[in-house]
Structures are given as C-alpha cells and as structure tokens.
C-alpha cells in the first residue's frame, strides 16, 4: 500500500511529508504519540512509552503494554520480565539494542497491569501500523497472547500452547514466532508451571535468535 494512503486511513495525513526519511517519520509520529488521547490509557500514565531499538535491523518485538517501570522511564521491557527476556536473549548472542526493535500493542501503561482492553488495542493500532510500515520487519516476535492474537490477526485470543515453538506466517505475511510472555514465568502458580513456562519460552527465544542471525546473514 502507498504510504500516502496508509497514513490517511489511519488519521495521520497531516504527519505524512512527502519524500521524508523514515527515521524522520518515526521521530515526528513518536512526538505525536506522547500527546495522545486516543484512549483513555491517557488519563493514568506517565508518559507513553512508544518503542525502542535499531530500526534498520527489520525485527521487530511486540509485546502487550508498559508496566510500571516502563511507564516511568520511556522504555519497553526494562523491569523485571524485559531483564529476564533481554539476558536470555543474550546468552544466544542477540542484543537488543542492535539486533531488533521492540515496542508493545499499546503504548500507554494500563492501572495495575491490568490486560489491554479491545478498545484500547484498537485505538493504539495506528501507531504500530505505523511502525511496521517504517521498520518494515521480516521476522516478528510476538511476546504474549494479546501481541500474537493482533499479529496473527486472530479475531478470537489465540491459545499460546498450540501456536508457541514454531514458524508461522503473520498477517503482514512475513514470519513471526509466538511465545509466552516473560512475566508469565514469575507469576507461575506451581514450580511445575514455572518450569514449564521457562523451558518453553528459552526454547523459542533460541529459535527466534537462529533466524535473526539467519536474516542477518542474508542481508549482507
Ligand atoms: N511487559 C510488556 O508487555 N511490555 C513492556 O514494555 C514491559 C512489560
Ligand atoms: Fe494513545 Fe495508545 Fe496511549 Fe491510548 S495507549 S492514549 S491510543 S498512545
């Protein structure tokens, strides 16, 4: 689709300028979006937290919403689940700030972390539109159910253990791998679970880690 009409169908005509770069694009829908009120996620946040990372890597990491740290520093995935993610990832040798860039299916954190509503996902979903159109990804990871159900574009909330662990083809027709997310793991009710949960989401991480280095080597 012409970005022109892309940034129409989504409200943002009067941010498209013709011939811009899309660092520029990124940063000047970036401002918008700290002043949105599209939902009311507004009214409780800090600040929005849009996204972060290494626009030219063409992987992207979408997760479900900031949560308090987030939400006071500007930055996805740096409290406790974005540590345990970031240092698994690590161990397989991918950085985070370089190998991909990473944001989340709404940008403004909910009260108490509770889960995105429909509604608010909806609002939100031009600017991650956005971001993908700029980023232009040829891997996904999608971290939790509400970012693989949008990135699969699922109208019912996909169930983690059927679609986990594999390749699957997202709605934007590239490849996206779908996991757990990280937090799930520390709010396990059993130690069984916990280690159900930690197994499986080491497993997709190291799968996710063996196609960036894959893509990387292709794009050479
Ligand atoms: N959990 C998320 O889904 N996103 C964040 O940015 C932090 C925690
Ligand atoms: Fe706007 Fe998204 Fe924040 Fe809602 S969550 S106020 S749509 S940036």
């Known amino acids: 689709m012409q970005n022109i009409v892309l940034f129409k169908i989504l409200g943002f005509s009067e941010l498209y300028t013709e011939g811009e770069s899309p660092v520029h694009r990124l940063y000047r829908i970036k401002s918008l979006a700290r002043r949105c009120k599209r939902c009311q996620l507004h009214t409780t946040r800090t600040q929005t937290v849009f996204g972060f990372g290494n626009i030219a890597s063409r992987v992207m990491v979408i997760g479900e919403?900031?949560?308090?740290?987030?939400?006071?520093?500007?930055?996805?995935?740096i409290g406790k689940a974005g540590e345990r993610f970031t240092s698994i990832l690590r161990e397989y040798g991918i950085e985070r700030d370089r190998d991909f860039y990473i944001t989340n299916v709404v940008k403004c954190r909910p009260p108490k972390n509770r889960d995105p509503r429909?509604?608010?996902?909806?609002?939100?979903?031009?600017?991650?539109?956005?971001?993908?159109?700029?980023?232009r990804p040829l891997l996904f990871l999608a971290l939790g159910r509400y970012s693989a159900t949008w990135l699969l574009g699922s109208r019912q909330n996909v169930q983690m253990k059927e679609i986990r662990g594999k390749i699957l083809i997202s709605r934007f027709d590239v490849p996206m791998i779908a996991t757990y997310h990280p937090s799930a793991i520390d709010h396990a009710r059993s130690h069984a679970q916990r280690d159900f949960y930690e197994k499986a989401f080491r497993e997709d991480l190291r799968l996710f880690a063996e196609k960036i280095k894959e893509l990387q080597k292709n794009l050479l």
């Open 65 to 77: 919403a900031p949560g308090a740290n987030e939400d006071l520093y500007g930055k996805p995935f």
């Open 118 to 135: 429909p509604e608010e996902i909806e609002a939100c979903k031009p600017y991650l539109i956005v971001q993908i159109e700029i980023i």
